[in-house]
């Protein structure tokens, strides 16, 4: 079964980083997206970045060159490290696994597992 616990959250200045982790059981890596996504206040949940199939991964423009994720190398946590934050970077993070093609992963529809959520909130 599958299990996935966020932690990591806070609030931050803008300008500031933070990093945010996904604690995964039940993951086959070499088999699923893992990825995370936001939900901004009043908004829908949108896409920020995916380890697909342990291969390779990608990230919504708007956090291009800011947001990296990670496979820790000794454990199943990934990671989502956050550099210069923006007060529009607010939003609850979500970690979420699935059986996907590429061509889906941007798709929150089409996860299966989810975890719980973080708040990330960053100050102007």
């Known amino acids: 079964q599958v299990q996935l616990v966020e932690s990591g959250g806070g609030l931050i200045q803008a300008g500031g980083s933070l990093r945010l982790s996904c604690a995964t059981s039940?993951?086959?890596?070499?088999?699923?997206?893992v990825s995370w996504f936001r939900q901004p206040p009043g908004k829908e949940r949108e896409f920020v970045a995916a380890?697909?199939?342990?291969?390779?991964?990608y990230y919504a423009d708007s956090v291009k060159g800011r947001f990296t994720i990670s496979r820790g190398s000794v454990d199943n946590t990934v990671y989502l490290q956050m550099d210069t934050l923006k007060p529009e970077d607010t939003a609850v993070y979500y970690c979420?696994?699935?059986?996907?093609?590429?061509?889906?992963?941007?798709?929150?529809?089409?996860?299966?597992?989810w975890g719980q959520g973080t708040q990330v909130t960053v100050s102007s």
């Open positions: 979420a696994a699935g059986r996907l093609i590429l061509s889906s992963i941007r798709n929150p529809n089409l996860y299966n597992f």
């Open positions: 039940g993951v086959t890596f070499s088999g699923y997206a």
């Open positions: 380890n697909f199939r342990n291969t390779h991964t």
